[in-house]
Protein backbone atom coordinates (compact mmCIF):
# COMPACT_ATOMS: atom_id res chain seq x y z
CA UNK A 1 0.00 0.00 0.00
CA UNK A 2 1.04 3.83 -0.56
CA UNK A 3 1.95 5.46 2.50
CA UNK A 4 -1.00 8.06 2.01
CA UNK A 5 -3.41 4.77 2.03
CA UNK A 6 -1.78 3.70 5.17
CA UNK A 7 -2.78 6.88 7.17
CA UNK A 8 -6.36 6.95 6.04
CA UNK A 9 -6.53 3.42 6.83
CA UNK A 10 -5.25 4.00 10.34
CA UNK A 11 -7.82 7.29 11.05
CA UNK A 12 -10.76 4.66 9.62
CA UNK A 13 -9.42 2.32 12.07
CA UNK A 14 -9.99 4.93 15.21
CA UNK A 15 -13.00 6.00 13.93
CA UNK A 16 -14.58 3.84 11.51
CA UNK A 17 -17.99 6.62 10.90
CA UNK A 18 -15.83 9.30 10.09
CA UNK A 19 -16.48 11.52 6.77
CA UNK A 20 -14.06 11.40 3.78
CA UNK A 21 -13.93 15.46 4.48
CA UNK A 22 -13.18 14.82 7.81
CA UNK A 23 -10.25 12.61 6.61
CA UNK A 24 -9.19 15.57 3.80
CA UNK A 25 -9.10 17.72 6.92
CA UNK A 26 -6.74 15.59 9.42
CA UNK A 27 -4.29 15.06 6.40
CA UNK A 28 -4.75 18.73 4.70
CA UNK A 29 -5.77 17.17 1.25
CA UNK A 30 -8.72 17.45 -1.18
CA UNK A 31 -12.06 15.67 -0.37
CA UNK A 32 -11.95 14.08 -3.85
CA UNK A 33 -8.63 12.70 -3.27
CA UNK A 34 -9.89 10.89 -0.16
CA UNK A 35 -12.35 9.82 -2.57
CA UNK A 36 -9.61 8.08 -4.76
CA UNK A 37 -7.91 6.72 -1.89
CA UNK A 38 -10.56 5.25 -0.60
CA UNK A 39 -11.96 3.07 -3.77
CA UNK A 40 -8.34 1.83 -3.94
CA UNK A 41 -8.53 0.57 -0.82
CA UNK A 42 -11.87 -0.90 -1.72
CA UNK A 43 -10.47 -2.53 -4.54
CA UNK A 44 -7.65 -4.07 -2.95
CA UNK A 45 -9.68 -5.72 -0.14
CA UNK A 46 -8.32 -3.29 2.53
CA UNK A 47 -11.94 -1.96 3.21
CA UNK A 48 -15.19 -3.85 2.53
CA UNK A 49 -18.54 -2.58 1.72
CA UNK A 50 -20.14 0.34 2.88
CA UNK A 51 -19.53 2.09 6.33
CA UNK A 52 -15.66 1.56 6.21
CA UNK A 53 -15.76 -1.50 7.07
CA UNK A 54 -11.98 -2.83 7.73
CA UNK A 55 -11.08 -5.95 6.13
CA UNK A 56 -10.78 -8.85 8.96
CA UNK A 57 -7.42 -10.61 7.23
CA UNK A 58 -5.61 -11.72 10.58
CA UNK A 59 -2.60 -10.16 11.79
CA UNK A 60 0.02 -10.48 15.00
CA UNK A 61 -0.43 -8.00 17.88
CA UNK A 62 2.37 -7.00 19.82
CA UNK A 63 2.01 -5.32 23.10
CA UNK A 64 4.83 -3.60 25.19
CA UNK A 65 7.62 -1.36 25.27
CA UNK A 66 8.47 1.23 22.54
CA UNK A 67 11.63 3.64 23.18
CA UNK A 68 14.35 5.31 21.99
CA UNK A 69 18.25 4.17 22.73
CA UNK A 70 20.78 5.88 23.10
CA UNK A 71 24.50 3.25 22.85
CA UNK A 72 27.49 4.18 24.01
CA UNK A 73 30.63 2.25 22.39
CA UNK A 74 34.14 3.36 23.33
CA UNK A 75 37.28 3.15 20.72
CA UNK A 76 39.41 1.50 23.49
CA UNK A 77 39.26 -0.11 26.41
CA UNK A 78 36.89 1.83 29.03
CA UNK A 79 38.56 3.57 31.85
CA UNK A 80 36.57 3.97 34.84
CA UNK A 81 36.31 7.86 36.68
CA UNK A 82 37.54 8.98 32.83
CA UNK A 83 36.09 10.69 29.62
CA UNK A 84 36.40 8.11 27.27
CA UNK A 85 36.01 8.79 23.59
CA UNK A 86 33.83 6.65 21.29
CA UNK A 87 30.85 6.87 19.38
CA UNK A 88 26.55 7.44 20.84
CA UNK A 89 23.93 6.12 18.34
CA UNK A 90 20.35 7.14 18.73
CA UNK A 91 18.27 4.46 17.47
CA UNK A 92 14.66 2.89 17.61
CA UNK A 93 13.85 0.00 20.15
CA UNK A 94 11.58 -1.57 22.94
CA UNK A 95 11.58 -5.42 22.60
CA UNK A 96 7.34 -5.66 21.89
CA UNK A 97 8.48 -2.89 18.49
CA UNK A 98 11.30 -4.36 17.65
CA UNK A 99 9.80 -7.72 17.32
CA UNK A 100 7.09 -6.07 15.50
CA UNK A 101 8.99 -4.36 13.31
CA UNK A 102 11.09 -7.54 11.93
CA UNK A 103 7.18 -9.27 11.61
CA UNK A 104 7.09 -6.46 9.28
CA UNK A 105 9.83 -7.13 7.15
CA UNK A 106 8.69 -10.52 7.11
CA UNK A 107 5.79 -9.48 5.23
CA UNK A 108 3.00 -10.26 8.15
CA UNK A 109 0.76 -7.18 8.80
CA UNK A 110 1.63 -6.36 12.10
CA UNK A 111 -0.34 -4.17 14.84
CA UNK A 112 2.23 -2.48 17.87
CA UNK A 113 0.07 -1.75 21.10
CA UNK A 114 2.03 0.67 23.61
CA UNK A 115 2.69 3.62 25.40
CA UNK A 116 4.20 6.80 23.66
CA UNK A 117 4.59 10.33 24.80
CA UNK A 118 3.56 13.52 22.75
CA UNK A 119 6.89 14.62 22.27
CA UNK A 120 10.29 14.28 19.78
CA UNK A 121 11.04 11.38 20.59
CA UNK A 122 7.74 10.04 20.43
CA UNK A 123 7.65 11.28 17.03
CA UNK A 124 10.69 9.58 15.86
CA UNK A 125 8.67 6.26 16.79
CA UNK A 126 6.22 7.59 14.91
CA UNK A 127 7.86 8.23 12.04
CA UNK A 128 9.90 5.23 11.68
CA UNK A 129 6.60 2.85 12.39
CA UNK A 130 4.75 4.50 9.68
CA UNK A 131 7.64 4.62 7.61
CA UNK A 132 8.10 0.61 8.27
CA UNK A 133 4.70 0.07 7.63
CA UNK A 134 4.22 -0.91 11.30
CA UNK A 135 0.79 -0.12 12.48
CA UNK A 136 0.62 2.11 15.37
CA UNK A 137 -2.76 4.54 16.10
CA UNK A 138 -3.31 7.38 17.96
CA UNK A 139 -4.07 5.77 21.02
CA UNK A 140 -0.82 4.81 21.72
CA UNK A 141 0.29 8.54 22.34
CA UNK A 142 -0.49 10.19 25.63
CA UNK A 143 0.00 13.64 26.07
CA UNK A 144 2.12 15.03 28.72
CA UNK A 145 4.24 12.21 28.94
CA UNK A 146 8.07 11.31 28.57
CA UNK A 147 8.89 8.76 25.84
CA UNK A 148 10.76 5.37 27.21
CA UNK A 149 14.27 5.73 27.11
CA UNK A 150 16.94 3.26 27.07
CA UNK A 151 20.46 4.39 27.50
CA UNK A 152 23.16 1.69 27.15
CA UNK A 153 27.33 1.50 27.47
CA UNK A 154 28.91 -1.41 25.24
CA UNK A 155 32.23 -2.70 25.83
CA UNK A 156 34.60 -2.12 23.06
CA UNK A 157 34.05 -5.46 21.76
CA UNK A 158 30.65 -4.45 21.22
CA UNK A 159 28.58 -6.49 24.30
CA UNK A 160 26.39 -4.78 26.43
CA UNK A 161 27.91 -3.86 29.76
CA UNK A 162 25.72 -1.46 31.52
CA UNK A 163 22.00 0.05 31.01
CA UNK A 164 19.47 2.40 32.32
CA UNK A 165 16.15 2.02 31.30
CA UNK A 166 13.07 4.92 31.89
CA UNK A 167 9.89 3.19 30.78
CA UNK A 168 7.20 4.58 33.44
CA UNK A 169 4.98 5.44 30.67
CA UNK A 170 4.40 2.09 30.18
CA UNK A 171 2.51 2.08 33.61
CA UNK A 172 -0.14 3.91 31.73
CA UNK A 173 -0.83 1.17 29.45
CA UNK A 174 -3.45 -0.44 32.27
CA UNK A 175 -6.19 -2.90 31.75
CA UNK A 176 -8.73 -0.14 31.04
CA UNK A 177 -6.66 0.86 28.25
CA UNK A 178 -5.92 -2.25 26.60
CA UNK A 179 -9.76 -3.14 26.98
CA UNK A 180 -10.29 -0.31 24.82
CA UNK A 181 -8.12 -2.50 21.74
CA UNK A 182 -10.16 -5.66 22.09
CA UNK A 183 -11.67 -6.04 18.71
CA UNK A 184 -7.78 -5.47 17.41
CA UNK A 185 -6.69 -8.17 19.35
CA UNK A 186 -9.83 -10.40 19.14
CA UNK A 187 -9.13 -10.24 15.35
CA UNK A 188 -5.14 -11.27 15.68
CA UNK A 189 -3.78 -14.64 14.63
CA UNK A 190 -0.94 -14.49 17.74
CA UNK A 191 -0.65 -12.33 20.49
CA UNK A 192 2.90 -11.23 21.23
CA UNK A 193 3.58 -9.32 24.96
CA UNK A 194 6.82 -8.66 26.35
CA UNK A 195 7.17 -7.66 30.26
CA UNK A 196 7.36 -4.33 30.30
CA UNK A 197 3.96 -4.17 30.50
CA UNK A 198 2.23 -3.55 34.17
CA UNK A 199 1.61 -7.23 35.65
CA UNK A 200 -1.94 -6.49 35.93
CA UNK A 201 -2.09 -5.72 32.23
CA UNK A 202 -0.10 -9.01 31.39
CA UNK A 203 -2.81 -10.79 33.47
CA UNK A 204 -5.50 -8.99 31.67
CA UNK A 205 -4.49 -10.12 28.56
CA UNK A 206 -3.81 -13.62 29.53
CA UNK A 207 -6.95 -14.08 31.12
CA UNK A 208 -9.29 -12.31 28.41
CA UNK A 209 -7.68 -14.19 25.51
CA UNK A 210 -6.50 -16.99 26.75
CA UNK A 211 -8.72 -19.22 23.89
CA UNK A 212 -5.49 -17.27 21.66
CA UNK A 213 -1.74 -18.27 21.10
CA UNK A 214 0.02 -15.85 23.19
CA UNK A 215 3.59 -15.62 22.59
CA UNK A 216 5.93 -13.97 25.42
CA UNK A 217 9.04 -11.86 25.72
CA UNK A 218 10.55 -12.03 29.43
CA UNK A 219 12.96 -9.07 28.49
CA UNK A 220 14.60 -9.01 31.75
CA UNK A 221 15.51 -11.41 35.09
CA UNK A 222 13.43 -8.80 37.20
CA UNK A 223 10.63 -8.39 34.92
CA UNK A 224 10.00 -12.01 33.90
CA UNK A 225 8.89 -12.57 37.06
CA UNK A 226 5.86 -10.62 36.43
CA UNK A 227 4.82 -14.19 34.86
CA UNK A 228 4.57 -16.01 37.30
CA UNK A 229 0.54 -16.63 37.72
CA UNK A 230 0.02 -17.00 34.10
CA UNK A 231 2.32 -19.95 32.94
CA UNK A 232 -0.87 -21.66 31.93
CA UNK A 233 -2.25 -19.12 29.06
CA UNK A 234 1.27 -18.92 27.36
CA UNK A 235 1.71 -20.66 24.55
CA UNK A 236 5.62 -20.01 23.78
CA UNK A 237 8.04 -18.26 25.90
CA UNK A 238 11.60 -17.52 24.79
CA UNK A 239 14.10 -16.99 27.66
CA UNK A 240 17.67 -16.79 28.35
CA UNK A 241 19.26 -18.57 31.01
CA UNK A 242 19.45 -16.23 33.49
CA UNK A 243 15.60 -15.02 33.03
CA UNK A 244 14.56 -19.11 33.01
CA UNK A 245 16.47 -18.94 36.53
CA UNK A 246 14.96 -16.11 37.39
CA UNK A 247 11.33 -17.87 37.04
CA UNK A 248 12.23 -21.11 38.11
CA UNK A 249 14.87 -20.80 41.18
CA UNK A 250 16.88 -23.16 39.63
CA UNK A 251 21.04 -23.17 38.58
CA UNK A 252 20.80 -24.49 35.75
CA UNK A 253 24.52 -24.33 34.51
CA UNK A 254 24.50 -27.59 33.38
CA UNK A 255 22.57 -30.08 31.16
CA UNK A 256 20.61 -32.00 33.84
CA UNK A 257 19.69 -28.84 35.40
CA UNK A 258 18.51 -26.70 32.48
CA UNK A 259 16.05 -29.47 31.47
CA UNK A 260 14.76 -29.65 35.02
CA UNK A 261 14.56 -25.75 35.09
CA UNK A 262 12.53 -26.22 31.97
CA UNK A 263 10.45 -28.83 32.61
CA UNK A 264 9.09 -26.67 35.61
CA UNK A 265 7.87 -24.51 32.70
CA UNK A 266 6.14 -27.25 31.12
CA UNK A 267 4.68 -28.50 34.01
CA UNK A 268 3.25 -24.93 35.24
CA UNK A 269 1.42 -25.04 31.80
CA UNK A 270 3.71 -23.18 29.48
CA UNK A 271 3.15 -25.37 26.12
CA UNK A 272 6.23 -24.60 24.08
CA UNK A 273 9.99 -22.96 25.51
CA UNK A 274 12.90 -22.30 23.86
CA UNK A 275 16.16 -21.40 25.82
CA UNK A 276 18.43 -18.99 23.75
CA UNK A 277 22.03 -19.93 24.96
CA UNK A 278 24.06 -17.83 22.60
CA UNK A 279 26.83 -19.16 20.71
CA UNK A 280 25.71 -22.18 22.15
CA UNK A 281 23.02 -22.27 20.36
CA UNK A 282 19.42 -22.54 21.99
CA UNK A 283 17.14 -25.60 24.12
CA UNK A 284 13.42 -26.34 22.76
CA UNK A 285 11.08 -28.60 24.86
CA UNK A 286 7.48 -28.97 24.58
CA UNK A 287 5.80 -32.04 26.52
CA UNK A 288 7.58 -35.18 24.53
CA UNK A 289 9.89 -33.30 22.99
CA UNK A 290 13.62 -32.06 23.92
CA UNK A 291 16.12 -31.02 21.97
CA UNK A 292 19.36 -28.87 21.08
CA UNK A 293 19.88 -26.41 18.62
CA UNK A 294 23.03 -25.42 17.36
CA UNK A 295 23.53 -21.84 16.29
CA UNK A 296 24.24 -20.22 13.04
CA UNK A 297 27.41 -19.85 11.83
CA UNK A 298 28.05 -15.82 11.53
CA UNK A 299 30.95 -13.10 11.86
CA UNK A 300 29.17 -11.05 14.56
CA UNK A 301 28.97 -7.09 13.53
CA UNK A 302 26.78 -6.04 16.32
CA UNK A 303 24.84 -8.20 18.95
CA UNK A 304 22.17 -6.34 20.06
CA UNK A 305 18.57 -6.91 18.53
CA UNK A 306 19.18 -10.81 17.61
CA UNK A 307 16.95 -11.83 20.59
CA UNK A 308 14.12 -10.20 19.01
CA UNK A 309 14.96 -11.45 15.35
CA UNK A 310 14.69 -14.82 16.76
CA UNK A 311 11.59 -14.45 18.71
CA UNK A 312 9.78 -12.69 15.36
CA UNK A 313 11.49 -15.61 12.78
CA UNK A 314 9.94 -18.11 15.61
CA UNK A 315 6.29 -16.71 15.78
CA UNK A 316 6.16 -16.34 11.79
CA UNK A 317 6.47 -20.21 11.75
CA UNK A 318 3.65 -20.44 14.01
CA UNK A 319 1.66 -17.98 12.39
CA UNK A 320 1.90 -20.18 8.86
CA UNK A 321 1.78 -23.24 11.29
CA UNK A 322 4.91 -24.77 10.18
CA UNK A 323 6.59 -27.13 11.67
CA UNK A 324 8.70 -26.72 14.91
CA UNK A 325 12.15 -27.36 13.22
CA UNK A 326 10.97 -24.74 10.78
CA UNK A 327 10.18 -22.53 12.63
CA UNK A 328 13.10 -22.44 15.06
CA UNK A 329 15.21 -22.47 11.71
CA UNK A 330 13.22 -19.18 10.63
CA UNK A 331 14.38 -17.20 14.46
CA UNK A 332 17.99 -18.54 14.51
CA UNK A 333 18.77 -17.52 10.51
CA UNK A 334 16.78 -14.35 10.90
CA UNK A 335 18.94 -13.68 14.67
CA UNK A 336 22.13 -14.52 11.67
CA UNK A 337 20.99 -11.81 9.83
CA UNK A 338 20.55 -9.41 12.85
CA UNK A 339 24.16 -10.23 13.91
CA UNK A 340 25.61 -9.14 10.69
CA UNK A 341 24.33 -6.08 11.06
CA UNK A 342 25.15 -2.53 12.35
CA UNK A 343 21.72 -1.88 13.09
CA UNK A 344 19.22 -3.36 15.49
CA UNK A 345 16.58 -4.47 12.63
CA UNK A 346 18.66 -5.99 9.88
CA UNK A 347 17.65 -4.12 6.84
CA UNK A 348 18.50 -7.48 4.91
CA UNK A 349 16.03 -8.88 6.86
CA UNK A 350 13.29 -10.73 4.47
CA UNK A 351 12.32 -14.47 4.03
CA UNK A 352 13.95 -15.13 1.01
CA UNK A 353 17.18 -14.47 2.51
CA UNK A 354 16.55 -16.74 5.46
CA UNK A 355 14.94 -19.54 3.23
CA UNK A 356 18.08 -19.23 1.23
CA UNK A 357 20.06 -19.69 3.94
CA UNK A 358 17.76 -22.55 6.03
CA UNK A 359 18.75 -24.41 2.34
CA UNK A 360 22.45 -24.08 2.37
CA UNK A 361 22.17 -25.26 6.33
CA UNK A 362 20.55 -28.38 5.10
Not at 298 to 326: C, H, N, R
Request: aromatic content about 6%.
Amino acid sequence: MKRREEEILEIIHENPLISQKDIAAILNITRSSVGVHINNLTKKGKIIGRGYVLSKTDKIVVLGGANIDFLGKPDEELIKDDSNIGKINLSIGGSARNIAENLVRLGIETELITAIGNDSNGDLIKNHCRKVGLRLSNANFFDGETTSTFLGLKEQNGDLLYTVSDMSIMDLLTPSVIAQKKSDIEHSELIIMDTNLPQETIEYIASNFSHKRILVDPVSVKKAVKLERIWKHIYYIQPNLKELEAMTNINADNAESLEKAVNILLEGGITHVLVTLGYKGAYYATKGEHFYVKAPKVEIVDPIGWIQAYFAGVAYGMYYDLSTKDSIDFGRFASALTLESTETISPWLNTNEIEERIKADE
